[in-house]
Structures are given as structure tokens and as C-alpha cells.
């Protein structure tokens, strides 16, 4: 079972949307994927459907005493091989509630350890808030994906999310590598090619060599249609997630690319 987390702490940089389109992606090649919304705001949520108000039981339950089970909060997508785990708008005020409360950092690595062999890969859509759910996403990870808007005053914010990554590796004592995503990128603006410059001057291998481009086919579904698996993407903004997808898989498993740089398994 692999876990990626997908943060950053700017907000509207595409989190949501790369985790539903990685997320697709590995369930077209047919691994058992599930989705957490760890955003209040719940947009992942909303994107399969989930209504607002009642609020489903989801990830607010594996903070409780004693936490609920992760699989009894699974829901199964129209997406074969895609479930997802409901974030609620209550979860906002989780940390101010759960002052006391001792070892919740850990609560969702504890969840997804109870969990192994259920799903092959888990995918954590975090909230632009350095916070209790965040830390709990990095604490849990394999792999930190930051996707970033490849414009000027992204770069800071990405700068942040990659110290934040490194102190939390330096605290759990296990590597978590990050994987940087240029999104929402216009190549014809000088500012969108200067900023990939420069993230690719400071963060290196880290950042993929690649963008997603802003496509309005993905603006305008808003996360709402997930086309069914076997259709080929359509647009070039899912294409590129199909092969930004294809270098964090290679990333996480270098030993298993073949020459053409495709993976061996699939
Ligand atoms: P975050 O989760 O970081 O807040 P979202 O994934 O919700 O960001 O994306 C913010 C907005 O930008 C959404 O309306 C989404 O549909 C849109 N968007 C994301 N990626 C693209 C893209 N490549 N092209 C066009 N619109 C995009
Ligand atoms: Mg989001």
C-alpha cells in the first residue's frame, strides 16, 4: 500500500483536481485506489456527489475515542476501483476541539495501518492550512506531491510547503520524498516560463520536467464528470496528468522502468 499526499499550503493551486486525476489514473490501470478529502472545505467530496448537509460520516470519525474504522468510511465511486472517504465542514475546528487530546497527530497513520492490503494506493487531498489534518496527511505518506500554479507568487508558497515536508521527514526519521507539479501553467505568458525556470533551479529532480496546462475542459467540469475508465482522457490537461502520473509512478519504483521509460507492470 503506497500513500501520496497531495499539499500545499496556497489555496486554488490544483490539489483537488491532481488527486482526482492521479486517482483516476491509477484505477484505470487497475489498482484499488481510495480518495481522502482531508478539506474542510470538502470540495473532493463534493466532486463524487456528497451532499453538504446531513454531513456523512467520513474522516472526522477517525478522530474520535475510539476512532471508527477506515474501511466501514469507504465509499465506492461510479469508477471501478476508485472509493473515496468524506471530508466534513466540522473538521475546521477539529484542532481547537481536540486541545487535549493527546496522540492525534498519529490518528490517520494508526487508521491507514489497520487498513493494509484493502487498497494498493491512498491518496490524501490536504487543505491549504499548515494544521492538525496536514500534519497528520505528511506524518502518514510515502510521497509529498505539491502541485503548484506556475506563476510568480506561487514560488513562495512552494518554498514553504517543501521546508515544511523536510522538517517532517526530519522528525519521523523515514524519507518522504516530494514530487513538485507545475499546474495550471500558460505557456504563451513570460511569467508562466520563468516561473517554471525558476522552481526547476531551486527544487531540481524534485520538480517534473513537464507541466499541466491550463485546460478549460478541466475548469469547467470542475471535478464534477469523471469520464468512465478504459475512455481515453479527453484534453490535453488530462493527458498531461496521465503522464505526470507515469513519472511519479517511475519515481516510487525506479528499479522497474524498461527503456522506453513505460513501467514494466503496466
Ligand atoms: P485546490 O484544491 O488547490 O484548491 P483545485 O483543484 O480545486 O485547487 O483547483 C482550483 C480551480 O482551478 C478549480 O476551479 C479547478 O477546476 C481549476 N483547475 C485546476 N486545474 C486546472 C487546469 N489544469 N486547467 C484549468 N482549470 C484548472
Ligand atoms: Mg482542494
Redesign the pocket.
Known sequence: MRIWAVA?Q???????????ALGRGLAALGHRVLLIDL?P?A??SRAFGVPVDPPPAGVLELFGAPPADLSSLCHASSIHGLDYVCAQSALATLERRSANQPGLGLALQNALARHQGQHDYILL?CA?TLGLLMINALAAADRLII?TQAEPLALHGLDGMVRTGEMVERSRRRPLPISILP???DRRTRAGNESLRTMQDRHGSRVWEDA????????????LTLPSVGEDYPGR?LA?YRRALNWILGEDAPGRMNSTGVLDDY
Not at 486554488?12 to 482526482?20: E, F, I, S
Not at 499541466?212 to 471535478?223: F, K
Open positions: 500545499n496556497k489555496g486554488g493551486v490544483g490539489k483537488t483536481t491532481t488527486t482526482l478539506d472545505h470540495s473532493l487531498d491549504p502541485p499546474t495550471l501553467f499541466i496546462p491550463i485546460d478549460t475542459r478541466i475548469s469547467n467540469a470542475a471535478g490537461g498531461a
